[in-house]
């Protein structure tokens, strides 16, 4: 998953970020709102953490804004603040949960599969379909009930392809959602991620079809 988030306490972003990076997430930062919306204006992220007390600005009139203009990403506000009204008024306005500060990382983690679980319309984290069961929260995948091992960015591109079988994914959309903005990505990574992960999904009815010179599709073979 692609997270993006905005917050102003450097010790505090930093301390999410390790801690969503072991987990195989692509997380951006930004210390600002103009950051954030300059993020948001040329990424896809599957889920915003979003601060309210920023150096320029409240980050609910920065929600109520993309809001208006259409913006469907999940976003989780992180405050201090622990009044029942500013949580009412958080969502409200289209927050998807608020999470207090101080909090514990594993909530905040519980809280971001939540969400990311109510978006896709699913009540349970685990996929089964074409003899694959993947597990996107514990990194586990079986093919025909043999396990799997794949590395972190392997796993997210399953994960991506698996939640939209049947949807065109170009590359470099793909590498939107699996590198930080900062990191310099050829479309060979892509094509190489793309056929490591064709390898282990062989014995499954799962197939990767190329659409040549529009990118790729998870199609089910039966």
């Known amino acids: 998953m692609k997270f993006l988030l905005v917050e102003d306490n450097k010790e505090l972003a930093n301390a999410i970020s390790s801690r969503m990076r072991i987990d195989g997430h692509v997380i951006e930062h930004a210390e600002n709102l103009r950051d954030a919306t300059a993020y948001i204006e040329t990424g ?3 889920l915003i953490l979003l601060d309210i007390m920023l150096p320029d600005g409240d980050g609910r009139t920065f929600l109520r804004k993309h809001r208006a203009r259409g913006m469907g990403t999940p976003v989780i506000i992180l405050t201090a603040r622990s009044q ?3 949580r009412i008024n958080s969502l409200d306005l289209g927050a998807d949960d608020y999470v207090t500060k101080p909090f514990d990382h594993a909530e905040l983690e519980a809280r971001c599969r ?3 679980r109510r978006k896709s319309g699913k009540s349970q984290t685990v996929i089964e379909t074409g003899g694959v069961v993947f597990d996107p929260v514990a990194g586990l995948i079986s093919v025909r009930g043999e396990t ?4 972190n960015r392997e796993l997210r591109l399953l994960e991506i392809l698996i939640n939209a079988p049947g949807q065109v994914f170009s590359k470099q959309k793909l590498a939107d959602r699996l590198f930080s903005y900062d990191e ?3 479309e ?3 094509e190489v991620y793309i056929g ?3 390898k282990h999904l062989n014995p499954s009815d799962l197939k990767i079809t190329t659409l040549r010179g529009i990118g790729y599709r998870l199609d089910h073979e039966s």
Do not use: F, H, T
Not at 148 to 151: G, K, P, S
């Open 114 to 116: 939540a969400v990311l």
């Open 196 to 198: 490591r992960l064709r």
């Open 188 to 190: 060979n990574a892509i």
């Open 44 to 46: 896809d992220y599957d």
């Open 84 to 86: 029942i009204s500013d």
């Open 184 to 186: 310099d990505v050829s």
């Open 148 to 151: 799997v091992n794949l590395r």
